[in-house]
């Protein structure tokens, strides 16, 4: 009899009205010597020809079916078993087999994904070793509980790690969160519907309730495979082709169950086939995906070998740049966008004339708060400083003079200019303060000179080797013999009488040779008569000074 869902049958063989033998419960308990060894009820009986037989069965099993008894020879009997009891252990196989290949996937992959899929196909291996017969053929515990409701639970938790499995592989999740929702109450109904499954009670109902479960579970997948179709073609393809060829496979089944078409396999055979080849592709499917993960993971590797390159090629140049700096006498900061930071480099020069460490130097905030702890004259400074960065350092504003207070707390006044480098600014600072005081001091002792002078009775005139006049000076009370418009730029003997001339030049020829010329006099014409002046002259760096 090719049925397993009973959890008790007895044989009864009555001969020409006579019960001659009784086998109790089926082919689990061998209690009489015509009990055959087999996955289904089989029993070998003795037909004789002068005889009537009878046989009669009692079974016991949670629903309704026909009996499928079938009476064959020896020899077509072998046959039989020869072809149908591998092709269920292979299939159960087959099962074990991507349960182990599940955990497999987890461990190398460190992925616990995959052991939704490990989980569903063990709970799937359970059932169709309870749906086939084999607990109960084994005498495993609970066989008659898994022969009957027992089994759907195997089933309906099958379902539930699916679809937990679906809704992290596709990461639904991230990429529909109203999809991830809705699976994961799906399969908490499931999980509910579970505990009503394996209650006691009608068969028949929870078999039906089942499958219309079994099947919502599929059209969700099914959904899912389309919508990320355009995203991962060839592994959403996978799953797509599993639970349509699954379904057409039930569809087949079904319709032979209800003699629509005839009767090309045995019960159980084609839904067991397309489990294993919805099973079977998304084992592809998983593989796919560590392929697709691994390429990424190579990419990935090359893109950070080729960064950490990169990185060491820039700290080479950063050492080189250092270097350099380092080298150059004068006081430098190169300033540059890496990751999104303004990062600052300053050579030794800069360090030892403003006292501040590369590290205080780097921060460009701290610089700012403590070079310039005016908190105007700070600000005047931030602006010139990003207005010089506009053009590249090109514009009129790219330099200027600095107070920038030192780490000790001296104030120096430098000079600093801005150039732009490829995408480096390249800031100099020279030190100008003693450059500042002697203009300082050189200003005090003109101005102190120009007194002393401005205090003398005398004419002073500055005049070159040619006896060109360029400056001159005279007392309130001593006014020149020409307005200075007539002499001022031209040369003596242009202005002065001939004799007075002569012995200017000849004042000068001998201060050109000595060095000075004294004791010389002339004499001027003047409204008031001739007046007679003492003439010295003193060489002045190639230049020379009348009196």
């Known amino acids: 009899m090719a049925h397993a869902e009973f959890s008790e049958i007895d044989w009864y063989t009555v001969v020409s009205g006579r019960l001659t033998e009784h086998v109790a419960d089926g082919n689990r308990f061998h209690r009489a010597p015509g009990a055959v060894h087999a996955l289904y009820p089989t029993k070998v009986f003795d037909l004789r020809g002068d005889a009537t037989t009878e046989i009669y069965l009692r079974l016991r099993s949670p629903m309704r079916f026909r009996v499928p008894l079938t009476v064959s020879s020896p020899e077509a009997y072998g046959e039989h078993m020869a072809h149908s009891e591998p092709f269920y252990l292979f299939c159960l196989s087959a099962f074990a087999m991507l349960f182990v290949m599940g955990l497999i996937y987890a461990l190398v992959t460190r992925e616990a994904g995959y052991l939704f899929y490990a989980v569903s196909a063990v709970l799937m291996l359970f059932y169709y070793i309870a749906k086939l017969g084999y607990w109960r053929f084994w005498g495993l515990?609970?066989?008659?509980?898994?022969?009957?409701?027992?089994?759907?639970?195997?089933?309906?938790?099958?379902?539930?790690?699916?679809?937990?499995?679906?809704?992290?592989f596709f990461d639904l999740r991230t990429t529909m969160p109203r999809v991830a929702r809705s699976f994961l109450w799906f399969a908490l109904m499931c999980l509910g519907m579970t505990v009503w499954l394996i209650a006691d009670g009608?068969?028949?109902?929870?078999?039906?309730?089942?499958?219309?479960?079994?099947?919502?579970?599929?059209?969700?997948?099914?959904?899912?495979?389309?919508?990320t179709l355009h995203e991962s073609k060839r592994t959403a393809f996978f799953y797509l082709l599993a639970w349509v060829a699954f379904s057409g496979l039930l569809l087949l089944e079904t319709l032979q169950r209800l003699d629509v078409l005839p009767t090309w396999t045995q019960l159980n055979t084609l839904p067991m086939l397309g489990l294993l080849l919805i099973?079977?592709?998304?084992?592809?499917?998983?593989?796919?995906?560590?392929?697709?993960?691994?390429?990424?993971?190579?990419?990935?590797?090359?893109?950070?070998k080729q960064i950490a390159l990169e990185a060491a090629a820039r700290q080479e140049n950063e050492q080189e740049l250092r270097e350099i700096l380092n080298n150059i006498p004068t006081a430098l900061t190169v300033s540059f966008m890496q990751s999104g930071v303004e990062k600052h480099v300053i050579n030794k020069k800069f360090a030892s004339l403003f006292g501040y460490s590369p590290e205080e130097s780097v921060s460009l905030e701290f610089w700012w708060l403590h070079a310039y702890p005016d908190e105007a004259y700070r600000a005047e400074i931030?602006?010139?400083?990003?207005?010089?960065?506009?053009?590249?350092?090109?514009?009129?504003?790219?330099?200027?003079?600095?107070?920038?207070?030192?780490?000790?707390?001296?104030?120096?006044?430098?000079?600093?200019?801005?150039?732009?480098?490829?995408?480096?600014r390249l800031t100099s600072f020279v030190d100008i303060s003693d450059r500042l005081r002697m203009e300082k001091d050189l200003r005090a002792t003109k101005e102190k000179l120009e007194a002393m002078i401005a205090a003398l009775p005398d004419l002073l005139f500055r005049i070159d080797r040619e006896g060109r006049i360029h400056e001159f000076h005279s007392a309130p009370s001593n006014l020149p013999y020409l307005s200075p418009s007539v002499f001022l730029g031209k040369l003596v003997v242009d202005v002065m009488p001939e004799e007075t001339s002569r012995i200017f030049m000849a004042a000068l020829d001998e201060a050109a040779v000595t060095g000075y010329s004294r004791g010389?006099?002339?004499?001027?014409?003047?409204?008031?008569?001739?007046?007679?002046?003492?003439?010295?002259?003193?060489?002045?760096?190639?230049r020379f000074r009348a009196q």
Not at 206 to 227: E, P, W
Not at 286 to 301: F, N
């Open 202 to 227: 009608s068969y028949l109902p929870r078999l039906v309730a089942g499958q219309i479960v079994g099947f919502v579970g599929g059209s969700l997948a099914i959904v899912v495979a389309i919508l």
């Open 520 to 542: 010389v006099v002339y004499s001027l014409p003047t409204a008031s008569g001739t007046c007679w002046y003492d003439l010295s002259i003193a060489v002045m760096e190639q």
């Open 141 to 168: 515990p609970g066989w008659r509980f898994l022969a009957a409701n027992g089994k759907l639970g195997f089933y309906e938790l099958s379902l539930v790690a699916i679809v937990f499995y679906l809704r992290w």
């Open 382 to 424: 931030k602006e010139w400083w990003h207005s010089s960065g506009i053009g590249r350092g090109e514009s009129e504003n790219a330099s200027r003079e600095l107070r920038i207070t030192c780490q000790n707390g001296e104030v120096l006044d430098v000079w600093a200019r801005t150039v732009y480098i490829d995408d480096k």
């Open 279 to 304: 099973f079977s592709l998304f084992q592809l499917a998983m593989a796919d995906r560590v392929r697709q993960m691994q390429r990424v993971a190579e990419t990935a590797k090359g893109q950070v």
